[in-house]
């Protein structure tokens, strides 16, 4: 079930020009993809993949994700729809209530245990929603 909700996200991101964005720190690699962000919708979505060969997940995302918006206020997760954490391979879908109203650019921050700084993936709200350097 979540590879077909991830597949459906994924090919709604290339219609919308939406691009993945990866880190990999310590031998963990994570790639998120921004869903739907669009300005009539009551829900953001983020298809996230966490992925290490030899070495256990044990990430809460509810509790170590939150969006960032350009005041630099911080908004937590509604929902993680997604594998349970352990494991080295995770995957599923965070949601967020969308901002209103809607900032010119988002960041999502993922802390890691065992990490000195957060993951940070952001992405410009215009008119074609883009990765932010």
């Not at 219609?15 to 669009?38: D, F, H, K």
């Not at 650019?105 to 992405?123: C, M, Q, T």
Request: aromatic letters at 6%; hydrophobic letters at 45%; a positive charge.
């Amino acid at each position: 079930m979540i590879a077909i909700v991830l597949a459906l996200m994924l090919s709604m991101a290339a219609s919308a020009q939406v691009i993945t964005q990866r880190t990999r720190v310590q031998g963990v690699s994570v790639a998120v993809t921004a869903g739907n962000l669009g300005p009539d919708t009551s829900i953001w979505d983020f298809a996230v993949v966490l992925d290490s060969p030899h070495r256990n997940l044990p990430d809460d995302l509810l509790r170590s994700a939150v969006l960032v918006d350009p005041r630099g206020r911080k908004y937590k997760p509604l929902v993680w729809e997604g594998a349970p954490a352990s494991g080295d391979h995770r995957a599923g879908v965070l949601k967020f209530i969308a901002l209103k109203p809607r900032p010119q650019w988002i960041e999502l921050r993922i802390d890691r245990p065992g990490e000195k700084k957060p993951r940070s993936f952001s992405w410009l709200l215009g008119g074609n929603m883009m990765a932010r350097n």
